[in-house]
């Protein structure tokens, strides 16, 4: 499950990758789906889940109440360089045995957590900047049973707003949007 999880990570990436790297600084101030989070906001909090889920991986406790400024610097290479040391992280098979000692869960849902919030946060800002997001279809294919699990309790953890409802038909994506409360119309302006 290991490489499962790995390989699954190197597919979303590059797509959250390219978004974050053409995310200008003007553009930081800028609303995003995700209630309460500018686009700035959205990038810590994204930059702290690459880099608390390489401790995650190696079973070490990880501390989400510190929120420490990353985009300093050129941060959007950095941004690279962690996401880089994730998937190594997440190579490892012993990454995705027994359960987490930090989150209480089975390893293989912590790796997927990471892969949903990849995939979930690029969409969120690309919507929020106006770029393009083309995901990984495998990514989008794998976090649908994994988003219908952690539903309940994320939603009581005030993680995922309640879903929103979205027809069979539409893409992979708008429906794992829908799962996690996002609607896949949002758009900045009203």
């Known amino acids: 499950m290991a490489t499962e999880t790995s390989d699954l ?7 959250t990758v390219a978004v974050v790297r053409g995310i200008a600084d003007d553009q930081l101030h800028l609303p995003t789906p ?9 990038l810590n909090h994204l930059f702290q889940v690459v880099v608390n889920f390489q401790d995650l991986a190696v079973k070490r406790g990880v501390t989400w109440a510190e929120k420490p400024d990353h985009l300093t610097d050129d941060w959007r290479s950095r941004f690279e360089v962690e996401i880089d040391r ?20 089975p390893q293989t849902t912590v790796g997927g957590m990471a892969l949903l919030d990849l995939t979930v ?9 106006g ?4 995901p990984a279809p495998e990514a989008t294919g794998a976090l649908h049973q994994l988003t ?26 708008d429906r794992l949007l829908g799962l996690t ?3 896949p119309r949002w758009s900045a302006i009203g």
Request: net charge negative; proline share 13%; with cysteine.
């Open 9 to 15: 990570l190197a597919a979303a990436v590059p797509p």
């Open 34 to 42: 995700c209630r309460d989070y500018s686009v700035h906001d959205l």
């Open 86 to 105: 994730l998937i190594v992280a997440w190579s490892d098979p012993a990454s995705s045995e027994g359960v987490s000692p930090g989150m209480g869960m």
């Open 121 to 129: 946060h690029g969409w969120d800002l690309a919507v929020a900047t």
């Open 131 to 134: 770029q393009p997001y083309a």
């Open 148 to 173: 219908e699990q952690l539903g309940p309790t994320a939603r009581q953890m005030g993680v995922f707003a309640d879903p929103v409802p979205t027809d069979p038909t539409v893409p992979d994506l």
């Open 181 to 183: 409360g996002r609607d």
